[in-house]
């Protein structure tokens, strides 16, 4: 196992861990909005580890999928937000 | 002489420092989500911090692929990235205000009281507005 392959796989394994820390907050968060910044950290970690995937495979498709989920991220963000807004006013 | 040099070496050392930073940056601003005391405390953490870890790993894909249509992929993901996470911060933030998620205790307020002040009361008179109705 080269040091390349070495340091791919601790990176993915880091951003597990970073997963699971944040569905800790998610399930624990005390308010709604603590929830949506969860889930905004928790589209970045999988973006992420699309990105490192994609390098460790060597197949460049896998990359598209991280550009729909950046997109689809901030739409569900921006639309849990404004939910929010318009539900207790 | 330039024959001698190991390209593909060079590539993955320059992607796997890039990466490491980028997970090391990913990795503080998560511990900062889980242990912060206040939301808009955990929220700067991660919106900072989770942005520059997300540029820092995606360029290091970049480097180590190398080919152009790689870059403008990743530079695509770069630039909506950080365009779009100050926005959905902004207004998560502002949703939070308005519905009256505490602050921390220790938070200085002075100067920001007006402003809450008047955006309760903003509020305020919407929820009475839509009692008349």
Known sequence: MS?????????????SLCL?????????????????TAFDLFVANVIGIVAIYT??????????????LS????LGSISFA???????? | MLEDINFLLIREIISSVLIIIGVMFMLISTIGLLRFPD?????????KGATLGLGLILSGMGIYFNEPDMFLKVVLIIGFTFLT???????????????????WDRTNLDEFKDYLHKEHNVH???ERDNKQV
Do not use: C, Q, W
């Open chain 2, 85 to 103: 996470s100050p926005v959905a911060a902004h207004v998560i933030g502002r949703t939070a205000v308005r519905n009256k998620i505490p602050f």
């Open chain 2, 124 to 126: 305020r008179d919407h």
């Open chain 1, 71 to 74: 997109l689809f991220g901030f």
């Open chain 1, 55 to 68: 390098e460790l495979t060597g197949n460049e498709d896998f990359i598209d999928v991280a550009i729909i």
């Open chain 2, 39 to 47: 939301f808009y405390i955990r929220m700067s953490a991660i919106t």
């Open chain 1, 20 to 36: 699971i820390m944040t569905g800790i907050r998610f399930a624990i968060g005390p308010s709604l909005p603590d929830r949506i």
């Open chain 1, 82 to 89: 404004y939910y929010l807004m318009k539900s207790t006013r």
């Open chain 1, 3 to 15: 040091f390349f392959s070495f340091t791919l796989i601790f990176a993915m394994a880091a951003l």
